[in-house]
């Protein structure tokens, strides 16, 4: 095996080169679009100004080049006694320093032209937010690995004989196109079409004046046929939000989740999945703060659950270090949970359910601002407001409310505690005790009443509440949670 | 009970119920109420000044203003005499325990094993009363993350330094 020297300082690949010019073009081009849009709808304006525009765009183009390649030039980059050590910039130098034991992950990334180009970025995310993240855009696939392997496996570097053995892999998942068009059809349909339909409003309303103009006549006509309550203009404009919705969520999925795979390789995940932006993670299972994995009808009928395994991270970068599957059967789930969570399987689960009061304080949360906000509405119709009122609002969520604090609830074995919660559907997140960061007992005058308490147990990725269990309950949970974390030699990360 | 657990009896697990927590000192209570006379003014501070340059506000705007500044500021210097006397920590061999609130009753723990650093601050005013605070950082982020303020400067330093030293075992 071609063994790198990463001790001594090494540029990127040349190739990188043309990566970082078609990155600033991007940057810079969203940020010019409007403009260059309104000079070339604007009448005369282009015929009148070409010499200009057109010298403009060349002198932007050159700077960028020009960027470019003394930003290429001045990015080094090496392993210097167990430090990650980055060197960048060529007017204000910088140099980043990363200790090996401080990096979180190292996953490689390739979008459309690293795709064509045949390199792929490398970025580095560290457990401190203090250190920005930091990247390599262009490295050959084998030189990719050869400094993953060095940063992520640092401390068995003397035994690398052992990562020779890719046939000891074992592809956990592997989702085909037809899968992911079962994914999409099981994904929240209707979210997907209003953020749709959201953001072609919003382009809508910053083009009008262009768009008024050059199709005045359509949305005349348009418009007059909305005039005239017309059932059957209802129904195809519902019709064709479903099937805009469903086509949407199924181009999402696709775009994100294409050709997914998971494997489960000796200390952990990696996960390759995405159309233009593929994307490939690796990580070590111990670093795994919790996992979660939720289920609706429709998902059930197909035998589907996503799973979610979130890394310890900083408040800012939460979404960037979770491993996402949107969808596995449930022994595939079950292999996973207990790859992860050893214990798992020989563990005995006690379960404990959430206070009938959980949902009254939320349905009285609920019922209060409305009633309030009803009494200033002007007075429109009476009937007609308190029927939307009613069947609109107030029965859905209270069937939400009464849901979810129905199926809120908590089952603890010696090692691990799993929280189960939804409405419609359900997650189920699960945590091993000795990750737990600290504990909090909420009790409010109200909740002592009657007797209740609520937990709130903060992880390295995320905090998760225990509301409205008994009060003898939540005290035993919080001492026999302190009780886990102080006494395991487990470290968290 | 929680559930059954052959190796370890949970009725013999140390109980945070039975325990004597100690209070943060009742000086606090000046900087307690300096504090929400500077929140209360920074709000107010544009109307306060829109209806002093601005001769059109009508009087009964100005005196409904200065009753309510008037009203929180007595209503906080109350409150934080009541406030103050649920403030209370407590330091055991292997966490710290800090409980506030008086109708939302919290108490925050967090294992010494789970801290990443700890720092005393100290403000100019709390300076003069000879107070401090602790703050002590987890991976958990901002609601890992655990303040307590109003403590002798000693004090402060003493826990510091309790706590530091257990750190030093666990690395």
Not at chain 1, 141 to 159: F, G, Q, S, V, Y
Not at chain 1, 382 to 399: E, H, K, M, V
Request: proline content about 3%.
């Amino acid at each position: 095996m071609y063994k790198a020297d990463l001790s001594t300082p090494r540029r990127q690949n040349l190739l990188g080169l043309i990566v970082l010019l078609a990155n600033s073009i991007r940057k810079i081009g969203w940020n010019i679009l409007p403009l260059l849009i309104y000079a070339l709808i604007k009448e005369d304006f282009y015929a009148n100004n070409k010499l200009l525009i057109i010298s403009a765009i060349c002198v932007i183009l050159i700077l960028l080049v020009i960027h470019s390649i003394l930003f290429y030039l001045n990015f080094l980059f090496s392993i210097e006694n167990n430090d990650f050590v980055l060197r960048r910039g060529y007017i204000n130098k910088k140099t980043i320093r990363i200790p090996l034991d401080k990096i979180q992950t190292v996953n490689t990334k390739q979008n459309l032209l690293q795709q064509i180009l045949n390199v792929v970025s490398l970025e580095v995310d560290t457990a401190g937010s203090s250190v920005k993240e930091v990247s390599i855009t262009a490295l050959r696939r084998a030189e990719a690995d050869i400094i993953k392997r060095a940063l992520i496996e640092h401390k068995n570097e003397n035994t690398d004989e052992t990562d020779e053995k890719t046939t000891d892999k074992n592809n956990l998942i592997k989702l085909s196109p037809s899968d992911l068009i079962k994914i999409a059809f099981s994904e929240n349909i209707l979210k997907t079409g209003l953020l749709v339909m959201l953001t072609i409003y919003s382009v809508y309303s910053q083009y009008r004046e262009y768009i008024n103009r050059y199709f005045a006549r359509e949305i005349n006509d348009f418009e007059n046929q909305l005039n005239t309550i017309n059932y059957t203009a209802i129904a195809i404009l519902l019709v064709l939000f479903i099937v805009l919705s469903i086509v949407a969520t199924i181009i999402k999925t696709f775009i994100i989740y294409y050709d997914l795979s998971l494997i489960k390789t000796e200390k952990g995940f990696e996960l390759k999945c995405g159309l233009l932006n593929r994307k490939n993670n690796i990580v070590p299972k111990h670093k795994i703060q919790l996992l979660k994995y939720s289920f609706n009808p429709i998902k059930k009928l197909f035998d589907i659950v996503s799973v979610t395994m979130k890394q310890a991270s900083p408040n800012d970068v939460k979404e960037k270090q979770s491993l996402k599957i949107p969808g596995c059967s449930n022994r595939i789930n079950n292999s996973v949970i207990e790859y992860i969570f050893e214990s798992y399987s020989n563990s005995h689960f006690t379960t404990h359910f959430t206070a009938k009061y959980y949902f009254i304080r939320n349905w009285i949360w609920l019922s209060f601002p409305v009633a309030i906000a009803i009494q200033f509405l002007p007075e429109i119709s009476q009937y007609t407001l308190a029927f939307i009122g009613i069947f609109g609002w107030f029965i859905p969520c209270t069937i939400a409310i009464w849901l979810s604090s129905k199926k809120r609830n908590f089952s603890i074995s010696d090692d691990i505690i799993s929280i189960q919660s939804g409405s419609s559907g359900t997650t189920i997140t699960l945590i091993e005790l000795h990750k737990i960061q600290s504990v909090k007992y909420r009790q409010s005058v109200f909740q002592k009443r009657r007797k209740l308490a609520s937990i709130k147990v903060v992880t390295a990725s995320e905090s998760i509440s225990i509301p409205f269990i008994d009060q003898q309950i939540a005290s035993e949970l919080y001492n026999y949670i302190l009780y886990k974390i102080e006494s395991s030699n487990k470290n968290w990360m | 009970m929680l559930f059954k657990n052959e190796s370890i009896d949970i009725n013999s697990l140390p109980s945070i119920d039975l325990e004597k927590f100690t209070p943060i000192e009742k000086r606090y209570r000046i900087i307690m109420v300096i504090n929400s006379i500077i929140s209360a003014t920074i709000i107010t501070i544009p109307i306060i000044l829109v209806s002093i340059f601005n001769a059109e506000v009508p009087l009964y705007v100005r005196y409904a203003l200065s009753a309510v500044l008037l009203t929180y500021i007595i209503f906080n210097i109350f409150w934080s005499r009541i406030s103050i006397q649920y403030k209370s920590y407590l330091l055991r061999s292997n966490d710290i325990l800090f409980k506030k609130g008086v109708i939302w009753k919290k108490t925050t723990a967090i294992p010494f094993n789970r801290i990443q650093h700890v720092e005393v601050k100290q403000s100019a005013i709390a300076k003069q009363l000879n107070l401090s605070k602790i703050v002590i950082f987890t991976a958990g982020g901002n609601t890992g993350d655990l303040a307590i303020s109003g403590l002798n400067d000693q004090t402060a330093n003493k826990i510091r330094e309790f706590i530091m030293g257990k750190l030093k075992d666990y690395v």
